[in-house]
């Protein structure tokens, strides 16, 4: 089975261009987060989709930031225009538990982003 | 809010020595508590997690955590630490989200 995928492992851009990160979760998990580290900082909750609908999106830090999940299947992540301040790794993650307690996790690799 | 702090940043242990990864968390309701692990190159692991009952909880590869209401505390232990064990810690508390302490740095020395 394959596990969560993230692309591009690594992506340099400069300040005022646009990112997009794309995420694939485990197939048939219904939950799908996206999280952030800055450097030397904890990693970040920015939001939680169940199938394509936003659950939680209170830890997206400003409109320049948006999330989809088309189908409920994959997810992306845009980032326009990116500011110096959003470089970092983003982590997705997908569970398949329906309620409650966030249960187990399962991370990608993250996608490390570069702003200069 | 609930938060989790993790109060060593890094710590070099040597092959074969016990480790103990410290976690303190401040959360009203009992918490679900665990301790993931992200090995250069991979993403985050679930090591093991606490939901209720016995407060001692077995993990993967050997570790385990207890958990201490008394003490708002959630430490990783491993008697034997191998130098694959070299990694980012992180402890976290969820409240339909997880929170994240800050991560402690494993380097195991031959």
């Known amino acids: 089975e394959a596990g969560v995928t993230q692309f591009p492992s690594h992506s340099v851009i400069e300040k005022g261009q646009t990112v997009t990160l794309r995420c694939d979760p485990i197939s048939g998990h219904d939950n799908l987060y996206w999280y952030r580290r800055v450097m030397g900082k904890e990693i970040k909750f920015l939001l939680h989709f169940v199938k394509e609908s936003k659950q939680d999106e209170s830890g997206m830090p400003n409109n320049r930031f948006l999330a989809e999940r088309t189908g409920g299947t994959y997810s992306t992540l845009k980032v326009q225009p990116a500011e110096l301040e959003d470089s970092g790794v983003y982590f997705c993650?997908?569970?398949?538990?329906?309620?409650?307690?966030?249960?187990?996790?399962?991370f990608g690799e993250g996608s490390r982003l570069t702003v200069l | 809010a609930q938060s989790v702090t993790q109060p060593d940043i890094h710590i070099t242990v040597s092959e074969g020595a016990s480790l103990e990864l410290r976690c303190n968390y401040s959360y009203g309701a009992t918490p679900y508590l665990f301790w993931y692990v992200q090995s250069p190159g991979q993403g985050l692991q679930l090591l093991l997690k606490?939901?209720?009952?016995?407060?001692l909880v077995q993990g993967i590869k050997g570790f385990e955590a207890e958990f201490k209401r008394s003490q708002s505390s959630f430490n990783l232990r491993k008697p034997s630490v191998h130098w694959s064990d070299a990694a980012e810690y992180f402890c976290?508390?969820?409240?339909?989200?997880?929170?994240f302490g800050a991560g402690t740095t494993v380097t195991v020395r031959a």
């Open positions: 976290a508390v969820d409240d339909y989200k997880l929170s």
């Open positions: 606490y939901f209720s009952g016995d407060t």
């Open positions: 993650a997908s569970s398949h538990w329906k309620t409650g307690s966030t249960g187990e996790l399962f």
